[in-house]
């Protein structure tokens, strides 16, 4: 088999995989596509190619819920630091410099893993959020411009607003979408998005499609959370050999 026949193959299994952790766990799809492409391709690459699957597929989980206007009147500000920060943090996925930002995706992988498999639930007063909400835009945009992983720390301040389940996960959806967004006009600004990555990114909208359908199938056969951890714990070892690599491979 050709090398870019085995490419496109792997690409389309990782966005099914990435797709199939998603419809499970309701997240996760640029977290497991970077994760599992930045091995094999530049991690700006890698970004370009998640665009159109996670925008498709975070549209989608924003639209399911009915607390849209809601949401943006509460999120606003966080919404618009993190377009600012991608803006800002693009620099260095636009750069070119694949040992630099394998590295710094590596870190947020395993980040985000262990976090998340370790830190106790907290919640955020209400009378913190008109400026914790900024914060952690900025500091998202600022590690989404640099990885293309969306997660830190968007993901577990909103876990921390108490908010109820439909909520939470159209809350995601929104967060997730500006920031596939924003991070998309700031590699076209950068002049680094170019169109055959596009199209490759419009061929896989379909695996990952697919593989959320069955994620939500298999739902409600298996254990979310058992599940979930299993996959933050591959996600720590992905991340873990990512940031090590230059290490070991200089």
Same mark, same amino acid.
């Given at each position: ?10 690409? *389309?299994?990782?966005?099914?995989? &990435? ?20 091995? #094999? +391709?530049? =991690? ?8 159109? %699957?996670?925008?498709? $597929? ?6 399911? /819920?009915?607390? #849209? ?15 600012? /920060?991608?803006? &800002? ?11 630099? $930002? $394998? ?5 947020? !992988? ?7 498999? #370790? ?6 007063? %209400?009378?913190?959020?008109?400026? &914790?909400?900024?914060?952690?835009? !900025?500091?998202? /945009? ?29 809350? +995601?959806? +929104?967060?997730? $979408?500006?920031? *596939? ?5 700031? +590699? ?51 991340? #873990?050999?990512?940031?090590?690599? =230059?290490?070991?491979?200089?």
């Amino acid at each position: 088999m050709e090398q870019s026949e085995t490419t496109f193959l792997i690409i *389309t299994a990782a966005f099914f995989v &990435a797709g199939l952790v998603k419809g499970v766990t309701g997240m996760g799809l640029p977290t497991v596509a970077m994760g599992i492409l930045g091995g #094999l +391709l530049s =991690p700006l690459t890698a970004a370009a190619l998640l665009l159109i %699957p996670s925008l498709v $597929t975070n549209v989608w989980q924003l639209l399911a /819920g009915r607390h #849209l206007k809601a949401l943006l009147l509460r999120l606003w500000p966080m919404l618009a630091a993190i377009s600012l /920060g991608t803006l &800002a943090g693009s620099v260095l996925l636009a750069s070119g410099e694949t040992d630099r $930002t $394998t590295v710094a995706l590596g870190l947020t !992988l395993a980040a985000y893993s262990a976090y998340t498999l #370790l830190a106790r639930q907290h919640r955020v007063p %209400p009378g913190w959020q008109a400026w &914790a909400s900024p914060v952690v835009g !900025l500091a998202t /945009g600022l590690f989404t411009g640099a990885t293309g992983v969306f997660v830190i720390p968007a993901v577990p301040y909103l876990q921390a607003l108490g908010l109820e389940r439909d909520e939470l996960v159209q809350a +995601l959806g +929104l967060s997730f $979408t500006v920031s *596939t967004i924003a991070l998309g006009l700031a +590699l076209f600004l950068h002049g680094t998005l170019p169109m055959a990555d596009l199209k490759a990114s419009m061929l896989a909208i379909a695996p990952a499609l697919a593989g959320m359908f069955a994620g939500q199938a298999l739902r409600t056969r298996i254990s979310p959370s058992a599940f979930r951890r299993g996959f933050l714990l591959c996600m720590l070892g992905l991340g #873990l050999e990512m940031a090590l690599r =230059p290490l070991f491979f200089p």
